[in-house]
């Protein structure tokens, strides 16, 4: 346990469907992060946080939509999303932008 | 802009051998290093942290060296155990978090 929590584990949607992934940290971390993991290729830094103010997005498409309504929690919401979309989601936190980071176990998605 | 490669891509060892994962990176302008662990659809478990100014960090079995100036960090598994088993994760951070795509670490019983 790393103290970061992702739900759900698994999902799979539809093209038209909307849906939302759900990171929780209750460490007192100040920074939060979502990356994506896709076979064969690095982790992805898709969107970073510092004290709930995005300070980063790394040209993700408009249908991941990053949400955090405060320093513990932090969703990505999802809409229309494509097949080439499925992968790993993993949600990071750190208690600064260049400290040590701690991920959680990851979300599943499906797209089909 | 920040590369972070790490060979071999897949290893396969007998248990019980030691043996040494590599990460090279291609800024020495870095504030640490950190080794994860990963199974297989989960998550990464960090195992070690090495900040620029250190050499090393040990935990257990596991030993991490930074060479910040060649661009290099090793990470050492003594008396590899099948638990051991995993794919291992390199990163760099400057003014992000940059990864290596992993070795995939199979110990043989």
């Known amino acids: 346990e790393t103290g970061v929590t992702q739900t759900p584990r698994h999902l799979v949607m539809g093209m038209t469907n909307k849906k939302s992934l759900k990171c929780e940290q209750h460490l007192g971390h100040n920074a939060m992060y979502w990356y994506k993991q896709s076979a064969k290729k690095p982790l992805e830094l898709m969107f970073v946080?510092?004290?709930?103010?995005?300070?980063e997005n790394n040209s993700v498409p408009s249908r991941f939509s990053p949400e955090c309504p405060n320093s513990s929690h932090l969703f990505l919401h999802l809409h229309t999303l494509q097949p080439e979309d499925s992968a790993l989601y993993l949600c990071?936190?750190?208690?600064?932008?260049?400290?040590?980071?701690?991920f959680g176990q990851g979300t599943r998605l499906t797209v089909v | 802009k920040q590369e972070v490669t790490q060979i071999p891509a897949a290893l396969s060892v007998p248990e019980g051998e030691n043996l040494v994962l590599n990460c090279s990176f291609t800024d020495s302008a870095i504030y640490n290093l950190q080794w994860f662990r990963q199974d297989p659809g989960k998550g990464l478990t960090s195992l070690l942290l090495?900040?620029?100014?250190?050499r090393e960090q040990t935990s257990g079995r596991l030993n991490a060296s930074l060479d910040k100036s060649s661009g290099r960090s090793t990470l050492y598994i003594a008396a590899s155990q099948p638990g051991d088993s995993a794919t291992y994760l390199c990163a760099v951070r400057d003014d992000k978090i940059i990864f290596g795509k992993g070795t995939r670490l199979h110990i043989l019983p």
């Open positions: 990071a936190s750190s208690p600064g932008l260049i400290t040590e980071a701690f």
């Open positions: 090495i900040q620029s100014s250190q």
């Open positions: 946080y510092s004290l709930e103010e995005r300070v």
